[in-house]
């Protein structure tokens, strides 16, 4: 049975490409466009792993991180922040927060692949 | 708001002011944007920038020598012009800009929105072609299981069929080995037959003595007459069954060498049908091998080079995540002009330089921001973005520990901590 990931970005375009990269390797794949958007998609169904923005509308990466955490549910869900930013102390709070990777944008899909099958293994 | 300088002339903020333009006319070229619509709304922005720099900037000799005399003008009444032109770059100039830039941002979005989608349909076309050619790869023989494919199972069957027809001739064989013991028993059952005739001849001349002399004996030898006579007629019968036995297994004989000879002819015929058999067996595999060899390279061929393109398309796929990161820029971009034009609403006075530049500064995420940030004086450009084989720190794992603990870099693109 395949895999689900969320993938959670402002930018169609990064979306589609995240996507394209893992259905490529059988992963399923939902979208949500911002983080208020990307609750909703948590509504009971089983998701294996996160991949999320930092900066979006309406709710951004980390506080976005930090609901996922306070739900029952998913809060076991391991979820790799995908960003341009690359500030230390940004990924001390993402880490805090709970995840479990930092990946700078713009990445390589071997990359994104072995750090997504590393976490969902 | 600025309230260090407050004498300060349109020439006096010049230096300042067209350094962050230029700065931002920077960051507007530095994207290397595909599309000439959208390149060309980037380059009238730049161009736009660069040309209110070159307003705003005066050379050392301007600026040194004195005004002529006509030109002199109460100081109050230069700085009202200065302040009303000052608003209008805030209020026209700006919002133009901001508008060029989002439209720009806009179509280029869209466009790389179509064209993912486009090449993640001709990706996931091609990987149907690979997972079709795999499939007929498999069959035809380049699984890799040792089985020899297509070409190796007609083989495998036409050889099995080709061993059940040589063990059914092997049977006939046998059968036939029994059929010429068969005649061989028969000639012992005719010599056997005319011994049974002749003991039988001797036992009526045998017979016919005894009767002789009991005949000679006279009265005495009347019973054993008796005995003669029928001892003679058993000779008799014995030597006519004896007969019949031999007539008999001459028939016998007869019928089996027949049966012999039609093997020996089957046997001929079975074995030249066999070698038959062979030969084009063997010709039949090598005209499937002939066929099904190229098909089969074909299919590795196809799977080879669909997998190329497939890996080269996601690849260029892959390169298309610019577009998120010039949209973050161009709106950082934005962020400062709306900045800028709500200092140009109070006047010279209200421009602040060093605010807008740190207030751009925090926007920043992007280290090609940065540097473009740090070297804005000078005409150097990060045109740039990160490779995405960028091999320090790309991807950082945490694990399970405290949220202090030390990173530790499992190789150079992934670290763990």
């Excluded at chain 2, 059968?175 to 003991?199: H, N, Q, R």
Aim: proline share 3%; aromatic share 4%.
């Amino acid at each position: 049975m395949s895999k689900t990931v969320l993938i959670v970005d402002d930018s169609t375009s990064l979306r589609q490409v995240v996507a394209m990269t893992l259905k490529s390797q059988g992963f399923e794949v939902l979208e949500g466009c911002d983080g208020k958007d990307a609750l909703t998609k948590l509504d009971g169904r089983k998701i294996h792993l996160i991949v999320s923005d930092l900066n979006m509308p309406n709710m951004d990466g980390l506080t976005f991180v930090r609901e996922v955490k306070k739900n029952a549910t998913y809060k076991f869900v391991p979820i790799i922040m995908l960003t341009t930013e690359s500030d230390d102390k940004l990924k001390a709070e993402g880490q805090a927060a709970g995840l479990k990777a930092w990946m700078v944008k713009p990445f390589k899909p071997e990359q994104m692949l072995q750090a997504v099958n590393k976490l969902v293994a | 708001m600025n309230n260090q300088a407050p004498t300060r002339t349109a020439a006096a903020w010049a230096l300042p002011l067209g350094g962050l333009v230029l700065s931002l006319g920077l960051l507007g070229v530095s994207v290397a944007v595909p599309q000439t619509l959208v390149a060309g709304f980037f380059g009238v922005v730049a161009v736009a920038l660069a040309f209110l720099t070159g307003k705003l900037t005066l050379s050392p000799s301007q600026a040194a020598q004195p005004a002529p005399a006509d030109w002199a003008e109460p100081t109050a009444v230069v700085q009202a012009q200065d302040d009303s032109e000052l608003r209008k770059v805030g209020s026209v100039w700006v919002p133009t800009l901001e508008n060029q830039l989002n439209t720009a941002n806009k179509q280029m979005e869209q466009g790389i929105v179509s064209l993912t989608e486009a090449f993640g349909d001709i990706h996931s076309k091609l990987n149907d072609i690979v997972k079709t050619a795999t499939q007929a790869a498999d069959v035809l023989g380049a699984s890799g299981s040792g089985q020899g494919g297509l070409a190796g199972e007609v083989s495998h069957s036409l050889t099995g069929m080709l061993d059940a027809f040589k063990q059914s001739l092997h049977e006939k064989a046998e059968m036939f080995k029994e059929v010429k013991g068969f005649i061989s028993s028969t000639d012992e059952l005719k010599k056997m037959a005319t011994s049974v005739e002749e003991l039988a001849a001797k036992t009526n001349l045998l017979a016919l003595n005894a009767a002789i002399e009991a005949a000679r004996a006279g009265e005495e030898g009347r019973g054993f007459s008796i005995v003669a006579d029928e001892v003679r007629k058993l000779s008799m019968l014995s030597a006519e069954t004896g007969l019949k036995i031999r007539e008999r297994v001459q028939d016998i004989s007869s019928a089996a060498r027949r049966a012999g000879d039609g093997a020996v002819r089957m046997e001929a015929s079975d074995q030249h049908m066999l070698n038959h058999a062979n030969t084009t067996v063997a010709s039949v595999v090598t005209q499937f091998h002939a066929v099904t060899e190229p098909l089969e390279t074909a299919s590795q061929q196809i799977i080879h080079n669909t997998q190329v393109v497939s890996s080269s398309l996601n690849n260029a796929v892959v390169h298309f995540q610019f577009q998120d990161r010039v949209s973050q820029i161009v709106g950082h971009v934005c962020d400062s002009l709306e900045h800028l034009k709500s200092q140009t609403e109070e006047g010279l006075l209200g421009l602040d330089v060093q605010a807008l530049m740190t207030d751009l500064e925090k926007n920043y995420t992007m280290a090609e921001e940065r540097i473009n940030h740090s070297s804005s004086h000078v005409t150097k450009v990060a045109s740039k973005a990160a490779p995405a084989s960028k091999a320090s720190a790309h991807v950082e794992f945490f694990d399970t520990a405290p949220a202090t603990a030390p990173a530790a870099k499992a190789d150079e693109d992934i670290t763990f901590f």
